[in-house]
């Protein structure tokens, strides 16, 4: 999947990814966004480690890593089978080559509600809307998520309510397009992403070298989508960026985040089935971003 790479491999690669026992605790706090914290650890070798059964509502998740991890959630059809999954992830998303086949099989059959990453000593917290039913969590950093290691979680009872906390909110709107706001946002604090496209989407970002503008993004893009060999894209590597999991159509969720003040461009590298896997940053989904 698209956020099993990081965001500078995905980049780099033209998005042709296209990133002990736990428990569940309760809040006293006021603010209903924090009402449930749900831990999470992600093993070395990519296992998911957190509660199997939750209630509805809107969770808290704070996700630790032996490595860097990619969690993610999704919420499969009746009928699809984790080998399935695996099946059209190794087909539809982890090729250069897109199987558009199984990118739609994949689609039709997943509702995926966002996701976080984490590194060791910096975990990863997000919040993201639940409702009744059977879901699963992956971490997606492998290219192609093994069955035996997509852990199912059932969520069922009484809801805790709550609602996603406050912040600046990216918008995907249309096909492949972002909202013209925020223009700018803090250099830490929470972000919400709404996906009001009609598309799956993800949040990525790279920090524009000193003197580079999103046009020079544009050129490199335009260069790339003609067979030139365009090089590097005009992004500082080694740069922190904002990276969420895969969002669908109608959902949202907000992740805390922490990145270094300056010029990026806010950019989503899902491939489109409709076009032939086209990452959707080629179909002009990016933009310009400031963080102050």
Known sequence: MPAA????AAVSALGMLAAGSLTVVTATTA????????RVSITATHVVRMPT??????LKYKVGSAKPGSFQIL?????????????????GLSRNQVDV????HLERNLTLLGGV?????????MWARLRSGTYWVIDTMPAVPRPSKTLTVHVGGASVGGTLPGGPT????????????PASIPRSGVLRFRNQSTDNHFVTTGKLLPGKTVADFKAWVDKTKSGQDAGPPPFDQ???????GVVSPGHAMALRYSVPAGNYVLLCFWPDAEHGGMPHAFMGMYRALTVR
């Open 5 to 8: 790479r990081t965001r500078v």
């Open 170 to 181: 990216f918008r995907a709107v249309d096909e492949a397009k972002w909202a013209p706001r």
């Open 101 to 104: 086949k199984a990118l739609k």
């Open 238 to 244: 080694k740069a922190p960026g904002i990276d969420s």
């Open 117 to 125: 990453n984490s590194k060791p000593g910096q975990p990863g917290v």
């Open 31 to 38: 603010d209903a966004s924090a009402a449930t914290t749900v």
């Open 53 to 58: 059964h939750l209630r509805p509502g809107v």
């Open 75 to 91: 919420r499969p059809k009746p009928g699809y089978t984790k080998r399935e999954f695996s099946h059209d992830v190794r087909l």
